[in-house]
């Protein structure tokens, strides 16, 4: 386009092209018809073509007018399409947004958030990465990934953390191990127990949260196994391997062969968070984040 033409160039034209009559056409536009005609005039005259002829009884479009005419509704549609999209990506509701879990998380926020979501936005394209906590925390800070569900804690100070939910840990026994037949167990009690643990690599902050917990209470963890999936940790304990402690959302898994204990006097706790990096927060994730807290 002319830089001299401007989109209410365009409109004028369209106005006058619709109604033929100078008159009716400034009053739909609200200015006065003077003003009207001296825009078209000066469009003709940018152009070097003229696009109305003009008698005293009534004005027509030239064979020129009625080709600029069809252009000039496609230019003007393509531009209010656009307004549109970029109103709405601008209110989260296009797009797309790439999400990060831990495979062994089975917390109901993640599924029914994401559900919620879709609802809502159902034209963002959410792509879910099955990833441990420290991978997640390497693509956040890459940029390949938009918000990650991460166990806490975390040390990157680049990224923004927020707790979601917070829970006990529970006991996870062989059926038949002597300790099932109480409701209540101390950490004290697990001193030389064979241990199932999270894997370090895992990522999740449990493989060390469980170490503190036995040099508080004054044992050494008895390490025989460690397992980077939660279903495969519960495998090692029904096949009577040894024990494991796990976030009581664990419970949700009805694993033949292994039962759940409470922990006292005090059960430790842990938790789930999401995480984010701010200079890269967008529409879409401030939307995703809002859906999240209203449900956590």
Not at 62 to 67: E, M, R, Y
Not at 193 to 220: M, N, T, V, W
Not at 272 to 277: H, Q
């Amino acid at each position: 386009m002319n830089q001299n033409i401007e989109l209410r160039h365009l409109r004028y034209f369209l106005a006058v092209a619709e109604e033929l009559n100078f008159g009716r056409a400034a009053e739909s536009l609200n200015i006065t018809q003077p003003s009207l005609s001296r825009q078209i005039q000066n469009l003709e005259k940018e152009l070097g073509i003229i696009l109305f002829e003009r008698n005293p009884r009534q004005i027509k479009l030239t064979a020129p007018g009625q080709i600029f005419l069809t252009e000039a509704e496609q230019i003007l549609l393509r531009f209010d399409q656009a307004i549109r999209i970029i109103k709405r990506a601008n209110r989260g509701e296009i797009g797309q947004l790439t999400v990060g879990f831990q495979g062994s998380s089975v917390y109901d926020i993640i599924p029914i958030s994401i559900k919620v979501f879709r609802e809502r936005f159902p034209e963002v394209e959410i792509i879910m990465q099955h990833m441990t906590t420290s991978e997640q925390l390497i693509a956040l800070s890459e940029n390949n990934l938009d918000v990650g569900f991460v166990t806490p804690p975390i040390t990157d100070a680049n990224l923004e953390l927020e707790i979601l939910l917070q829970e006990p840990l529970v006991l996870a026994l062989p059926e038949n191990h002597p300790l099932a037949a109480h409701s209540e167990i101390s950490i004290t009690a697990l001193a030389n127990e064979p241990l199932i643990l999270a894997s370090r690599d895992r990522g999740c902050g449990l493989h060390e949260q469980i170490f503190d917990i036995y040099q508080k209470a004054g044992l050494h963890p008895n390490v025989v196994c460690a397992a980077r999936e939660m279903q495969v940790m519960l495998g090692f304990v029904a096949a009577g391997m040894g024990i494991s402690l796990l976030p009581s959302h664990v419970k949700n898994f009805q694993r033949t062969g292994v039962v759940y204990r409470t922990l006292n006097p005090e059960a430790p706790i842990t938790a789930l968070g999401i995480a984010w990096k701010p200079e890269n927060i967008t529409p879409i994730l401030l939307a995703f984040l809002e859906i999240i807290r209203s449900l956590a």
